[in-house]
């Protein structure tokens, strides 16, 4: 007869910070703190779901909370699902299918001399020795996507900047891992706009919307209201091409190469 004491015991003590809390099957990370008043709800990028709380809360009335709150809680987490990368891997092989500019161009496997890539007639061909070695494969065609795409960025630079109102930044094309772009002040300088490589497979439209992005955090940093109304001036459609990203954006080559079975 001891176990009801035990359990009520149980939910009416505090929770604690970093404790895993399971409500109807599904996990929940807690966080608690003294700053908080109230209960609230996160669902992460990847899924995880946490309970922000105040200190003094207890399991009942977390647990409690949560379950109102299910069906908000299932929806977010539909939707990350929906959302989930999945980014492909490419064979350097004859036919293998690489994006620019939302275009769809076979890879050509050839002696190129010169440069190991270029766009001919609608191939993309990429030199024998590199198509061999996956690891300079992929650094031989990433290359080649950030001096195409450095090009036609420079291009569109001037009247999106013209369109915000502010100064052309200097522009980099590189490696930024999942994010799509970033933009540093520079104080007395020009600012950094960088842009990431795989943009550069997107739809032009899309790549507007991370260099337009990207211009508008010269004049509001953050994504507050006063910066989606500076943003939305200059590209009224801002919001429709931001889940256009996140939607085609998931499913975007990052420069994962097949490695070739030997022999
Ligand atoms: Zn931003």
New binding site residues.
């Given amino acids: 007869m001891s176990a009801a004491p035990d359990v009520a015991e149980a939910c009416a003590a505090p929770l604690t910070d970093g404790q895993i809390l399971s409500v109807g099957g599904q996990r929940l990370n807690v966080r608690v703190s003294a700053r908080r008043t109230r209960l609230a709800l996160t669902v992460e990028r990847d899924g995880t779901v946490t309970l922000h709380a105040p200190h003094d809360c207890t399991t009942e009335r977390a647990k409690d909370f949560v379950h109102r709150h299910r069906r908000w809680m299932e929806g977010k987490l539909a939707l990350r699902e929906r959302l989930r990368p999945v980014h492909p891997t490419r064979r350097l092989v004859d036919g293998e299918i690489f994006r620019y500019l939302g275009r769809a161009y076979r890879l050509q496997v050839r002696d190129v001399p010169g440069e190991s890539v270029r766009l001919v007639c609608g191939r993309l061909q990429l030199d024998a020795g590199a198509a061999t070695d996956p690891r300079r494969g992929r650094r031989e065609i990433t290359g080649w996507y950030r001096r195409v795409g450095r090009e036609w960025a420079l291009r569109r630079l001037q009247p999106w900047a013209a369109r915000l109102d502010v100064a052309a930044p200097r522009v980099e094309v590189r490696d930024l891992g999942l994010r799509w772009?970033s933009?540093t002040p520079g104080g007395e300088e020009p600012g950094l706009m960088a842009l990431n490589w795989a943009v550069f497979q997107l739809p032009a439209h899309l790549v507007d919307y991370v260099i337009a992005?990207?211009l508008a955090?010269i004049t509001v940093s953050g994504?507050g209201r006063e910066?989606w109304r500076v943003l939305r001036r200059a590209l009224p459609e801002c919001e429709e091409r931001r889940n256009d990203l996140d939607e085609l954006g998931r499913r975007v080559w990052l420069g994962e190469v097949e490695a070739q079975p030997c022999g």
Avoid: A, K, L, S
Wanted: no cysteine; aromatic share 28%.
């Fill in positions: 772009g933009y992005h990207e955090h994504h910066y």
